[in-house]
Nanobody, 115 residues
Framework: QEQLVESGGGLVQPGGSLRLSCAASGIPFSIYVMGWYRQAPGKQRELVATITSRGNTNYADSVKGRFTISRDNAKNTVYLQMNSLTPEDTAVYYC?????????WGQGTQVTVSS
């Protein structure tokens, strides 16, 4: 059974850092494009970052230079290192695995940036 499980969310002060993890099971992880998306209250879900099977990355303009996506195919895990966090980064962060027409989502992890 395909499963994505996020972890690492929490409450952090502005300017702080968090690292999110997403552990995948039941899929051939190494061939999937992995991504992080987020959804703030009252807003649509938006792309944060993606990483291909070859390690090519793509970022939303709002997080470029602050967030870094990476993957460890041996551990079937994708990470999102988030630095210089602002209150505007507050959202539920979702992990996604995608290949061709197949797409899987995790349950999400809450990130709250507040003093």
């Amino acid at each position: 059974q395909e499963q994505l499980v996020e972890s690492g969310g929490g409450l952090v002060q502005p300017g702080g850092s968090l690292r999110l993890s997403c552990a995948a099971s039941g899929i051939p992880f190494s061939i999937y494009v992995m991504g992080w998306y987020r959804q703030a209250p009252g807003k649509q879900r938006e792309l944060v970052a993606t990483i291909t099977s070859r390690g090519n990355t793509n970022y939303a303009d709002s997080v470029k230079g602050r967030f870094t996506i990476s993957r460890d195919n041996a551990k079937n895990t994708v990470y999102l290192q988030m630095n210089s966090l602002t209150p505007e980064d507050t959202a539920v962060y979702y992990c996604n695995a995608k290949i061709v027409a197949m797409s899987y989502w995790g349950q999400g992890t809450q990130v709250t940036v507040s003093s």
